[in-house]
């Protein structure tokens, strides 16, 4: 069965923590792994796409990387502006199936 | 107005009630979805329209539907819906039918009594 699963499910970081999140996936086959960031009382918006073990892309204090099985989404120096839920999303090689993770909900105290 | 824009923002309902959520993009996409979105649990895709013919309806009981009349409005009717019912609803487009790189609306909090 084709799974996403987000750890850990909440983060507490000071701010400055580096830290990483977590996107485990078990799928038939991966077309691309989608990084989304919401904020409370919004939708979902777009960060990164990676397509292929070993691409990595960075904006700002976010960088995100991927292996064949996982993903990570690192936060260098973090500021109390990153707090949000960070939904990690696999999309199907065969049938273009978009499958969401439940989310890291990261909060960054100063 | 840019982006995805969704009406209303919040919505509370009783079970026979009938309404309907709304939602507009401007980013000229050829694609638009609509997701459920409830405490705990992955985002869960409704219905796809592409070129304002629906492609997907993922299982979704019938007292929910669609209706795209232009590549950029879509609507989702609601009848008899149930307490379960209750979630964040998202309106999101693409370009291109195929779930990339999607833009969502801030969505429609629903309330079912």
């Known amino acids: 069965e084709d799974q996403v699963t987000q750890s850990p499910e909440a983060l507490r970081l000071q701010e400055g923590e580096s830290s990483s999140l977590n996107c485990s996936y078990t799928?038939?086959?991966?077309?691309?792994l989608f990084w989304y960031r919401q904020d409370p009382g919004k939708g979902p918006e777009f960060l990164f796409t990676l397509y292929s073990a070993g691409e990595e892309k960075e904006k700002e204090r976010l960088k995100a990387t991927l292996t064949k099985k996982e993903s990570f989404l690192h936060i260098t120096a973090p500021k109390p502006e990153d707090s949000a839920t960070y939904l990690c999303?696999?999309?199907?090689?065969?049938?273009?199936?978009?499958?969401f993770g439940t989310g890291t909900r990261l909060q960054v105290f100063p | 107005e840019t982006g995805v824009t969704q009406t209303p923002r919040h919505l509370v309902m009783g079970m026979t009630n009938k309404k309907s959520l709304k939602c507009e993009q401007h980013l000229g996409h050829n694609a638009m979805y609509w997701y459920k979105q409830s405490a705990k649990k992955p985002l869960e895709l409704m219905f796809v329209y592409s070129l304002e013919e629906r492609v997907e309806n993922n299982s979704v009981p019938s007292r929910f539907s669609p209706e795209c009349p232009n590549s950029s409005h879509l609507f989702l009717h609601l009848h008899t819906l149930q307490p379960e019912d209750s979630a964040l609803y998202l309106c999101?487009?693409?370009?291109?039918?195929?779930?990339?790189?999607?833009?969502f609306g801030s969505g429609t909090q629903l309330s079912v009594l």
């Open positions: 999303a696999v999309q199907l090689y065969n049938t273009d199936k978009l499958i």
């Open positions: 799928v038939s086959g991966l077309r691309g």
């Open positions: 999101a487009s693409s370009q291109g039918g195929k779930g990339e790189k999607l833009f």
